[in-house]
């Protein structure tokens, strides 16, 4: 497996939660400045979060959405330019979570607002040349238990809605030379082996997201589901965690902070529990030469774990 | 009781947890500050214990703080356990110059206004509208319906015991050329104003001037400094101004700026000024410092002035 080819995801700097320093991630020059450093730990291409939250406030210094982009750098081009300038090369994938979207009873809101921005996110990868768009399928469970107390009983419609809302963009995506990658977060309705209710319903060329560590907190075999479903494997997540989820804390409002008990859910990679490297080497076995994508969402120290995980694939073989 | 209470303008970010009961495991496991800026027990405490005994909600909080405390109510009662009270929230009339926007805008304000009863809070401190770029410049009548939907708001903050008060940023659409223009436009039985002392003054606005002329006016405070007061229009009307892209600061913590606060204690001194003043550490780098410092620069420099 060629591992020059990994990219590394921008969700490891934190832009939604309080600690000391975050407010400097809403200005440009940190990004900038941000570029070389990633290219500096050996990473040629990033993923980039897709967040519309940033257009909302003006702190379009976030360079997670096409208003920002555009507000900043006029063109997607010219943001490839300076990414490449710093040493970035290519911008690997988006992704996309509709939880911004899920904050009242409103359904219509949810499905305008997530159809909206979704197919505004994918065209904004094909622009930025990005191989896949990986979406989520739905919010937390437990956001949208707390607007919907019905949602069991909504399910079958919800379900039906959120399939149509895909299927349009699986066209969409198919017309511009992006793969649609469908996440599969353990705190989603469509956690573990739900997901194929929604891949079952789509064109062969919409794929599944292997999230290393999404997978194992829903209780899933890593091993298995790869080699189960090694073919339609469109994008690989290398996420690593050391949480348990003994409380069904995924179907809780806010599932990545555990309510019952304080926890980092995703650790740096190579400092939780998930044997990396055997993922790789299985997925190596396999032929699989997609996207590979490394994450250290939560990270307590974006700098350290980009040297953290650089540290990890150095133990590997190119 | 003192005539002034200090209150925070809530600029921390998300705050994903209620309360920590696991402190020291949850440090150990990355051995880094974030356990100290997780659990809004923890952030309550900070601003109980240096005195702010009122929090201003953020708007954009909502959509956590309502599914992590399950009601407005039970924030309330949390915070309250730890001697903070929220004293209103922070609302934006967007668009409230278009007309065939009025219905949407009013009735966005009056359920900003029933959430703040449900939080107990007395204030809703609310930008006018969009920002200038991309809505600018206002007409006249543009301003007459900005300032009709002040009224109309304004009307059912007052019947529901909450105060509207109108909070200027230096980026409005409502700005240096129309800003007292608006004001008067409004009903002073209906419609406060909320005098954000930094943003006023980048706007162009004197603050001690400002003061004087509307003291009458004034239900609360949005008290910060700045160095960069009446900045030109090319920065005020620019896109996206607020937050820098060098990262230059707009506003700094009391006393670390250029604006005369002490001349403006002197001035509420002068006419008497009672009830609440929230600081505002927007553009902070450390949330609790900004705090601490603002503390101790109230305590030695503005409190004994008036008090």
Redesign the interface.
Known sequence: MNLDAFAISLDLINR?????????Y?????WEELYPLISASGFRSIEIPYEPVWQF?????VPMNRYCIN??YETAANYREVLSAGGIYRVAGVTFDPN?FM?NDNLGFYFGATGHFANEALAHAADLGAEYFAISPSPYY??VA?YHPNLEAEAESFTERVTELLQGLAAKAEASGVRLVLRNEFWSLFRGERIFQLLDTLPDSVKLDVDTANLTIAGISLSDFIVAHSNRIGCVHLTDTSFEDTAETWRS??P??P?N????VFRDPGTGSIDLPQVISLLDGLGYQGPMTCSARQT??PFRALLRIRALLNTLQN | MPNIRYANMCHWKSIPYRQIDNFRDFYYEDKTNSAYYSDWDTVLKYQSALGFDGIEIAPWDLADILPLFGSPENFAAFAKDRGVEVIGMFHGAHASQAVDHFDEVVKSGREAVDTIVKFGGEYMNTCPTNNYYGSGPLTRDDVQQCAKVMNEIGRYATDNGVKIGLHNEFFCAINLPNHREFIELTDPKLVHYCIDTAQVAIMGEDLLTFYNDYHDRISTFHLKDTASARQPDSVRYAQDPEIADDGTRWFWEPGLGELDLKGLYRLLKQHQFKGWMSVEYDGSPDMLASMALTRYHLDTELRPIYD
């Open positions: 939604h939660y309080q600690e000391p320093n975050r407010n400097r809403e200005g440009k020059y940190f406030g003006g702190r379009s210094g507000t900043k911004l904050r437990g956001r707390h409002p806010n990545e902070f309510d008990r304080a926890t980092q307590r120290d």
